[in-house]
């Protein structure tokens, strides 16, 4: 079924931060062994932090909920710092009740790639598929590390990164050369088959990307445009990253 995305504009990241904890613990009081989408990056970090302070008062327990996780550098074991398996750890997973067998992420040291790849979808399709997952944007308008040319029936695999987004992400390394230019991504259709997607943009550098998301020519070169094709999705923003919308 083909869907609209729902636009939720709040006043800024700190709403933005709230409200995707909502979703998340609706969705886990919706059903206890939820399986969540979980993205990394700077965007989600705030939500994390409400989750967390919202399982502190024990408003929600995630001891039965499953995640999955969108991608990994390649190269980068679970131990590094920049890898996503600590950026989880850090932020959510030694924070709350989820049991560490639960969670799902790539291993960006697999030695065989493809094998991986191909058994993260089956892990996926083995607990069910996901329920809702959570997205962040590319200034470029990737999702997870599908850059654009990524094709709307991409799988996980392992990709180049775009100059863009290595230029992005070099502010967490020590210096421009070590970031991984490859990384584990689960592909669109891997995303296009959750049963809710959740995006979140935050700041005035994510205002191009998402008005070419939403009101640009749907396609490969902005691969979040290809969530117009999904049935629940809601593109939760902040008035900077709206602000090219109105006009
Ligand atoms: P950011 O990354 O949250 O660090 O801006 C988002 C993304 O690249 O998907």
């Known amino acids: 079924m083909m869907g609209q995305i729902r636009l939720q504009i709040v006043e800024d990241a ?19 062994d939820a399986v969540l989408g979980l993205a990394t990056g700077s965007t989600p970090e705030a939500t994390y932090a409400q989750l967390v302070h919202a399982h502190r008062q024990r408003r929600v327990s995630l001891s039965r909920v499953r995640s999955v996780n969108l991608d990994e550098y390649q190269g980068l074991d679970g131990a590094h710092e920049q890898s996503y398996r600590h950026y989880m750890q850090r932020h959510l997973f030694d924070h709350v009740d989820m049991r560490p067998w639960n969670a799902l992420l790539l291993d960006g040291t697999a030695v065989d790639g493809e094998a991986e790849c191909r058994a993260y979808e089956e ?3 083995a607990i ?31 990709v180049s990164l775009s100059a863009e987004t290595i230029a992005d992400n070099s502010r967490l390394f020590t210096a421009p050369t070590e970031v991984p230019r490859r990384a584990y991504t689960v592909g669109i259709a891997t995303i296009m088959e959750a049963r809710r997607v959740l995006l979140l943009a935050t700041g005035a550098h994510k205002a191009r990307a998402v008005s070419a998301a939403l009101r640009g020519e749907e396609g490969s070169h902005c691969p ?16 900077p990253a709206a602000s090219l919308l109105e006009s």
Do not use: K, M
């Not at 709307?152 to 392992?158: H, I, K, L």
């Not at 979040?224 to 008035?239: K, N, Q, Y």
């Open 14 to 32: 700190a709403d933005v931060a709230r409200i995707a904890a909502q979703y998340l613990c609706a969705q886990i009081r919706e059903r206890s």
């Open 128 to 158: 069910g598929g996901v329920d809702l997952w959570l997205l962040g944007i590319g200034s470029n308008g990737h999702i997870a590390f599908n850059e654009p040319g990524s094709a709307r029936d991409s799988r996980t695999r392992c």
């Open 224 to 239: 979040a445009s290809f969530l117009r094709g999904h049935s629940e999705c809601t593109f939760l923003v902040d008035r």
């Open 123 to 125: 892990r996926i399709r």
